[in-house]
């Protein structure tokens, strides 16, 4: 049943990749996501009727575009309960802003330079209608000149330049980790900007396509603190948020780009899991995130009022280690855990047949590319981690193992505690919320010696850098080796995708004999959706999910 389940959810990934943005009419791509080519010049113009963005894909019983028609009408307000992590900032620059729900706020209100081109490969217009790069070191982008704030202000190059200086004094936010390597900005125009990086990367477009790469208002931030990050050009105006409660947004009706079906939309974060489930049982809201693997079945055995859409979650559930720690920092104390998990036993406990354990011995995304899956993974052998464990700093102390208050997390934490008593190492359990674990656990603060979390792995190769580089925003074991450090910096330069596959090859060799963190499982996320919804696009990468063009079909 579990392998039917995830042969289906890569089914439908793989189709809704393919018809993701189909219906655009886009111009073409303006770069190689695999970067095996130096040039790069994109002649693409804006979409016809000035979108560059289109109603994207959806599961299985879902229309991806919106029925036409005088007879067909839409729900004014569409409700949608979030997954089980609240919204703690409205702020692209707050260490705070990595969880996916944040992330989906920051692709309402704002809108990017370039975004991901899933039909064709390669990247399309946003709010930059052409590039060009010759060395993948200096880029220049010539920009939309109708794009207005939903404040009234004018989007100019200069926003661009004054999002840059606004990162790069964020230090701990996603925003910085994406800007950071900017060396100079050349405003040529008001419509065209040079950016030119310290080193060349291939995959710099990709960290441009990221919602930490929303391009602000900086006037209006320096204007208004408090509010000012609310300012964005995108398809959606934010007009209510409440810290951890709820968001409320209106449609932009002065949009550059196709407007949006739904007229507002409300997104509440129920921490109950089982209200979320009454509450769509009711009739109450037309999307929730967070149902409980326990209650999917309930409304998959009523598909004439509901539909469950699943995604493989590229970002693996790991055991991170922190590596300076005088225990955990041990490499046997490291191989007595390695060998003490049974990752079939924690990903069911965790979450049933909506979680795929770790069957190969890498520590890396699902799909993210240049996957080693040629590395065995460590077996389960209570005799061998005894041994480690005698052999190891630890005397018999309790160690702290951090998680986040969510089921699946704490359900695994308690598993995997379980197991590690089998082999005489006592644990004990910590629940956070997730912006609290984030905050104890960062590269200049790490409170943590042993942590249950998600590595933010996306398709993106690249995103292993900020949990593998000295200093990265997602770089939660404290882990700096030399020689991954000079392989990641290669692997920014390598044109060629031989040499690349290999630089990235022998990165995860080194990781494994190093083993700063263990894969467990993959979550199979499940959504609920009512009858008559369309317009939800979800994605291998959580935070990429899109709810810009949902809508409701009235009954």
Same mark, same amino acid.
């Given at each position: 049943?579990?392998?039917?389940?995830?042969?289906?959810?890569?089914?439908?990934?793989?189709?809704?990749?393919?018809?993701?943005?189909?219906?655009?009419?886009?111009?073409?791509?303006?770069?190689?996501?695999?970067?095996?080519?130096?040039?790069?010049?994109?002649?693409?113009?804006?979409?016809?009727?000035?979108?560059?963005?289109?109603?994207?894909?959806?599961?299985?019983?879902?229309?991806?575009?919106?029925?036409?028609?005088?007879?067909?009408?839409?729900?004014?307000?569409?409700?949608?309960?979030?997954?089980?992590?609240?919204?703690?900032?409205?702020?692209?620059?707050?260490?705070?802003?990595?969880?996916? &729900?944040?992330?989906?706020?920051? !692709?309402?209100?704002?809108?990017?330079?370039?975004?991901?081109?899933?039909?064709?490969?390669?990247?399309?217009?946003?709010?930059?209608?052409?590039?060009?790069?010759?060395?993948?070191?200096?880029?220049?982008?010539?920009?939309?000149?109708?794009?207005?704030?939903?404040?009234? =202000?004018?989007?100019?190059?200069?926003?661009?330049?004054?999002?840059?200086?606004?990162?790069? =004094?964020?230090?701990?936010?996603?925003?910085?980790?994406?800007?950071?390597?900017?060396?100079? @900005?050349?405003?040529?125009?008001?419509?065209?900007?040079?950016? @030119?990086?310290?080193?060349?990367?291939?995959?710099?477009?990709?960290?441009?396509?990221?919602?930490?790469?929303?391009?602000?208002?900086?006037?209006?931030?320096?204007?208004?603190?408090?509010?000012?990050?609310?300012?964005? !050009?995108?398809?959606?105006?934010? $007009? +209510?948020?409440?810290?951890?409660?709820?968001?409320?947004?209106?449609?932009?009706?002065?949009?550059?780009?196709?407007?949006?079906?739904?007229?507002?939309? !409300?997104?509440?974060?129920?921490?109950?899991?089982?209200?979320? !489930?009454?509450?769509?049982?009711?009739?109450?809201?037309?999307?929730?995130?967070?149902?409980?693997?326990?209650?999917?079945?309930?409304?998959?055995?009523?598909?004439?009022?509901?539909?469950?859409?699943?995604?493989?979650?590229?970002?693996? /559930?790991?055991?991170?280690?922190?590596?300076? +720690?005088?225990?955990?920092?041990?490499?046997?104390?490291?191989?007595?855990?390695?060998?003490?998990?049974? *990752?079939?036993? /924690?990903?069911?406990?965790?979450?049933?047949?909506?979680?795929?354990?770790?069957?190969?011995?890498?520590?890396?995304?699902?799909?993210?590319?240049?996957?080693?899956?040629?590395?065995?993974?460590?077996?389960? %052998?209570?005799?061998?981690?005894?041994?480690?464990?005698?052999?190891?700093?630890?005397?018999?102390?309790?160690?702290?193992?951090?998680?986040?208050?969510? &089921?699946?997390?704490?359900?695994?934490?308690?598993?995997?505690?379980?197991?590690?008593?089998?082999?005489?190492?006592? $644990?004990?359990?910590?629940?956070?919320?997730?912006?609290?674990?984030?905050?104890? $656990?960062?590269?200049?603060?790490? #409170?943590?010696?042993?942590?249950?979390?998600?590595?933010?792995?996306?398709?993106?190769?690249?995103?292993?850098?900020?949990?593998?580089?000295?200093?990265?925003? =997602?770089?939660? $074991?404290?882990?700096?080796?030399?020689?991954?450090?000079?392989?990641?910096?290669?692997? *920014?330069?390598?044109?060629?995708?031989?040499?690349?596959?290999? /630089?990235?090859?022998?990165?995860?060799?080194?990781?494994?004999? =190093?083993?700063?963190?263990?894969?467990?499982?993959? #979550?199979?996320? &499940?959504?609920?959706?009512?009858?008559?919804?369309?317009?939800?696009?979800?994605?291998?990468?959580?935070?990429? %999910? +899109?709810?810009?063009?949902?809508?409701?079909?009235?009954?």
């Amino acid at each position: 049943m579990k392998k039917c389940k995830k042969a289906i959810a890569l089914a439908l990934f793989t189709i809704m990749c393919l018809s993701l943005l189909a219906a655009c009419g886009n111009g073409g791509s303006s770069d190689s996501q695999n970067g095996t080519s130096p040039a790069t010049d994109s002649a693409a113009s804006p979409a016809t009727g000035g979108g560059t963005s289109a109603p994207p894909p959806t599961d299985s019983g879902m229309a991806a575009q919106a029925p036409e028609g005088d007879d067909v009408q839409f729900v004014e307000n569409f409700d949608f309960i979030m997954s089980n992590q609240a919204i703690s900032v409205v702020d692209p620059f707050s260490p705070a802003a990595t969880i996916p &729900p944040v992330n989906w706020v920051f !692709t309402m209100i704002y809108d990017r330079l370039v975004e991901v081109d899933y039909e064709n490969g390669g990247f399309k217009p946003s709010l930059a209608t052409s590039w060009n790069t010759d060395d993948y070191k200096s880029f220049t982008f010539q920009l939309r000149s109708d794009v207005y704030y939903n404040n009234g =202000d004018l989007f100019t190059a200069r926003d661009i330049e004054g999002t840059i200086e606004l990162s790069r =004094d964020a230090l701990g936010s996603r925003a910085n980790e994406v800007w950071r390597p900017v060396e100079s @900005v050349n405003i040529i125009d008001d419509y065209t900007i040079e950016i @030119v990086i310290d080193s060349p990367n291939v995959d710099f477009f990709d960290r441009l396509a990221l919602p930490a790469a929303s391009i602000v208002n900086p006037g209006a931030i320096l204007a208004d603190s408090e509010y000012g990050t609310w300012i964005g !050009t995108g398809a959606y105006i934010i $007009t +209510d948020f409440a810290t951890n409660d709820f968001a409320n947004f209106s449609r932009n009706d002065n949009y550059w780009g196709p407007a949006p079906i739904s007229a507002t939309q !409300t997104w509440r974060f129920i921490p109950e899991v089982s209200t979320r !489930t009454i509450i769509m049982q009711n009739g109450e809201s037309y999307l929730s995130g967070g149902i409980g693997v326990d209650d999917v079945q309930l409304f998959q055995a009523d598909p004439e009022n509901f539909n469950v859409l699943s995604n493989t979650l590229n970002s693996p /559930i790991s055991i991170m280690f922190n590596m300076e +720690d005088p225990v955990a920092g041990d490499i046997n104390f490291r191989k007595a855990v390695a060998h003490a998990i049974d *990752r079939e036993e /924690i990903a069911f406990f965790a979450a049933g047949e909506w979680a795929d354990p770790e069957t190969g011995g890498t520590y890396w995304g699902y799909r993210t590319p240049y996957r080693n899956n040629d590395i065995p993974i460590i077996p389960y %052998d209570l005799d061998l981690a005894k041994e480690y464990l005698e052999a190891s700093r630890y005397n018999g102390e309790v160690i702290e193992m951090l998680a986040p208050n969510q &089921p699946a997390f704490s359900r695994g934490a308690e598993v995997v505690s379980q197991q590690l008593s089998r082999i005489g190492l006592n $644990t004990n359990i910590s629940l956070m919320d997730p912006a609290s674990l984030m905050a104890s $656990t960062t590269w200049a603060d790490n #409170r943590s010696r042993i942590l249950i979390w998600s590595s933010p792995m996306t398709l993106n190769v690249d995103s292993v850098r900020p949990c593998l580089y000295p200093g990265g925003t =997602d770089n939660r $074991t404290m882990y700096n080796n030399p020689e991954v450090n000079d392989l990641l910096d290669q692997a *920014r330069v390598a044109f060629d995708e031989a040499e690349r596959s290999a /630089i990235y090859m022998r990165i995860q060799e080194i990781i494994v004999e =190093d083993m700063p963190m263990i894969n467990k499982y993959y #979550r199979l996320l &499940p959504y609920v959706a009512a009858a008559g919804v369309g317009g939800v696009a979800i994605f291998p990468d959580h935070s990429l %999910d +899109d709810f810009r063009w949902v809508y409701k079909i009235v009954d």
